[in-house]
């Protein structure tokens, strides 16, 4: 079984950052595309934005240009920088995993974190 755990998220003002970070555990033998997506209330669940293991960056337009999705492939960690927040940033962020190969499991599955709440707001 395999646990992705995020940290970060809270309370920030319009036009501040916050960091978000996600560490995938578990008897992994290696994980691929990892990424960020997020659910406001009353809305459908969204991607944010995604890395490959060799770096290549995927952003959705309302964030591009604001948001930083990093990735460590030897600690299976992604994390997201947030910067100028805005109001529309408020929801709460998932950690993706969308195709991990482990010891234990036959083929790849995909995996999700609990979420963190990321409220912008004065």
């Known amino acids: 079984q395999v646990q992705l755990i995020e940290s970060g998220g809270g309370l920030v003002e319009p036009g501040g950052s916050l960091s978000l970070s996600c560490a995938a555990s578990g008897r992994i033998i290696i994980v691929y595309t990892m990424g960020w997506f997020r659910q406001a209330p009353g809305k459908q669940r969204e991607l944010v934005a995604t890395?490959?293991?060799?770096?290549?960056?995927n952003y959705a337009d309302s964030v591009k240009g604001r948001f930083t999705i990093s990735r460590d492939n030897a600690k299976n960690t992604v994390s997201l920088q947030m910067n100028s927040l805005k109001p529309e940033d408020t929801a709460v962020y998932y950690c993706n995993a969308d195709s991990v190969r482990t010891y234990v499991d036959v083929a790849p599955q995909g995996y999700w974190g609990q979420g963190t709440q990321v409220t912008v707001s004065s």
């Open positions: 890395i490959t293991r060799d770096g290549r960056a």
